[in-house]
């Protein structure tokens, strides 16, 4: 069964570096997500993307961020400057239809842990 | 704005036994989609269970239930028959109509017991 998977599982960097979270969405998906978990807190959404722009963001996701699905397979979001409270688990997710509608089940990778030090 | 609250931050039962996590939501709009997310230990999350909100029925995935009281706004997870490979983290979350975003709750850590 097709699964999204993410590069690199646990990525260490330092403070004020920039950084790029790779995705691999489900082939024949075309909305792409990116959330976060900080430890212990909940799964916040970031951004979503469909049709090569963004679609929808929220308020965490400022000008330090940004997303890119640069050849048609992968979807990757840069942190440019990363910050302490950068610090946390970011879920790439994808899915065939939009959340608004049928068909749209998210389906999820297994995580990137960024640690900021 | 939308908020999901699960009030149970671990639960636990014996195998074969039913369990039943809780999930409270807040939206002021009508249309909107429900999900429990299941984590098992180091896997992605992967759904267990959706509901639309202007259906009436409960939903029903084998062994997964739901109890929607959309009135009071509730959202409960039905497990019966536990099983070992149950075990892992159950994510409540919500998305509204026009909207692209899954809303979590912070999740409920269910333990099977043998």
């Known amino acids: 069964e097709p699964e999204v998977t993410q590069t690199p599982s646990h990525q260490v960097t330092q403070m004020g570096q920039e950084v790029i979270l790779r995705c691999v969405p489900i082939?024949?998906?075309?909305?792409f997500y990116w959330y976060r978990q900080i430890l212990g807190q909940k799964v916040e959404f970031l951004v979503s993307?469909?049709?090569?722009?963004?679609?929808?963001k929220s308020e965490i996701f400022d000008d330090q961020f940004s997303v890119e699905r640069p050849d048609g397979s992968n979807f990757t979001l840069k942190i440019r400057s990363t910050k302490l409270e950068d610090s946390a688990m970011y879920f790439c997710a994808s899915s065939r239809a939009p959340t608004s509608g049928i068909n749209n089940e998210q389906f999820f990778g297994p995580g990137t842990r960024l640690t900021v030090l | 704005a939308q908020t999901v609250t699960q009030s149970q931050p671990e639960m636990s039962v014996q195998e074969a036994e039913t369990v039943t996590l809780s999930c409270t939501y807040d939206t002021s709009e009508s249309d909107y989609y429900l999900f429990w997310y299941k984590q098992p230990p180091s896997r992605q999350m992967i759904l267990v269970i959706r509901?639309?909100?202007?259906?009436?029925q409960n939903a029903t995935e084998n062994r997964f239930s739901v109890n929607f009281q959309k009135a009071a706004k509730s959202f409960s997870l039905k497990i019966s028959d536990s099983q070992l490979g149950d075990a892992a983290m159950y994510f409540c979350?919500?998305?509204?109509?026009?909207?692209?975003?899954?809303?979590f709750g912070k999740g409920t850590k269910l333990t099977v017991n043998p």
């Open positions: 979350a919500l998305s509204q109509g026009g909207s692209e975003k899954l809303v």
């Open positions: 082939s024949n998906h075309l909305y």
């Open positions: 993307f469909y049709n090569n722009e963004i679609s929808e």
């Open positions: 509901q639309e909100a202007y259906k009436q």
